[in-house]
């Protein structure tokens, strides 16, 4: 397939992503559907972020964290969907040694960041719900800019020390990789030694980044739910559950599908299965998390009309 390797067995010039070449029809069949949901997720994340910037009354820490998240989910589809249409068109499927590097770096850094962003956004959910009244004063500007940081700046230690631990591993001639991209869990599977240690620091990492979020949206839903059951009315309840649907809709689609692939054993679950589910997470919920904000949000529905009218001239409100 063209792939060249020098001598040197460290020296690695590239890889071949094998992605789904066992099923050379459904590839075009893919490549159509990956493009329009990528064109897909790129509207409606840049949309989120344009509507909380231009209506005022988006401009509140719920909407701060939600452009982050959309900016995230751009950046993360657009350091992986590119390459994998290419794969899907061009039947050699290579990507250069560098190129690999720098997806593994990025792919893995804004993925361990939505992690965190989420856990950050149910504590959002939480002081708004369960302290409105202290709302603006506990969750201010600095402290939201800070816990965005927080998000980004684990998510970049965490990939530098997965990642860089996983390209010190020697492959040995294997460059072959049996998926649609370079992540851990695939490249640790090229190594031609014992890879006891990586898999260890991955499976930390997998708890620190997936289960600790996780327990953290939990209680901070357990809260919440206590405190929409003790509002009277039953408008009030619908509105309070209202805020929180979407963030937890999110949560549990993102979150399933990616305990699926990092914290499942390898040897239970097929290739081609886990190739299926990292589609999705990859694909699927980015595109999905503007569809879910703003079909179950009435604000954004509303900013978005008027922000339509003001651009189209129209009056929608």
């Known amino acids: 397939m063209g792939m060249m390797r020098s001598t040197n067995e460290s020296n690695i010039t590239g890889f071949i992503l094998l992605g789904f070449s ?59 969907i590119p390459q994998l249409l290419v794969n899907l068109w ?37 002081i708004a719900i369960c302290r409105p009244l202290h709302y603006t004063v506990l969750m201010h500007p600095r402290l939201c800019m800070a816990l965005a940081s927080l998000s980004w700046l684990s998510g970049v230690v965490t990939t530098l020390v997965q990642s860089t631990l996983t390209l010190q591993l020697p492959f040995c001639g294997h460059y072959q990789v049996d998926h649609f991209i370079c992540e851990v869990p695939v490249l640790i599977k090229l190594a031609c030694v014992d890879t006891t240690f ?24 357990g809260y919440i739910a206590q405190a929409v059951l003790r509002i009277k009315s039953a408008s009030g309840r619908k509105k309070a559950f209202g805020t929180c649907s979407s963030h937890m809709t999110v949560v ?26 990292s589609l999705f997470y990859t694909v699927v919920t980015p595109m999905l998390n503007p569809v879910i904000y703003t079909l179950r949000n009435k604000e954004v529905k509303w900013a978005l009309k008027k922000v339509l009218g003001k651009i189209m001239g129209l009056n929608f409100i």
């Open 22 to 80: 066992d099923y050379p029809q459904l590839q075009k069949v893919l490549f159509v559907i990956i493009l329009i949901l990528y064109l897909l997720t790129i509207f409606g994340n840049t949309t989120i972020i344009l509507v909380s910037h231009l209506e005022s009354k988006l401009h509140t820490p719920m909407y701060f964290f939600l452009s982050q998240l959309s900016f995230l989910d751009l950046c993360f589809t657009s350091s992986i």
């Open 90 to 126: 061009d039947p050699m499927k290579n990507i250069t040694y560098g190129g690999c590097v720098v997806q593994l770096y990025v792919s893995l850094a804004l993925g361990s960041t939505e992690c965190v962003l989420l856990a950050v956004m149910s504590y959002d959910r939480y």
């Open 198 to 221: 990586n898999e260890a620091e991955l499976f930390v990492a997998s708890i620190i980044f997936l289960i600790v979020p996780i327990f953290f949206i939990l209680i901070s839903y």
């Open 252 to 277: 549990i689609i993102f979150y399933g599908t990616i305990i699926f692939m990092y914290l499942q054993p390898a040897n239970s679950r097929s290739k081609e299965q886990g190739k299926f589910v």
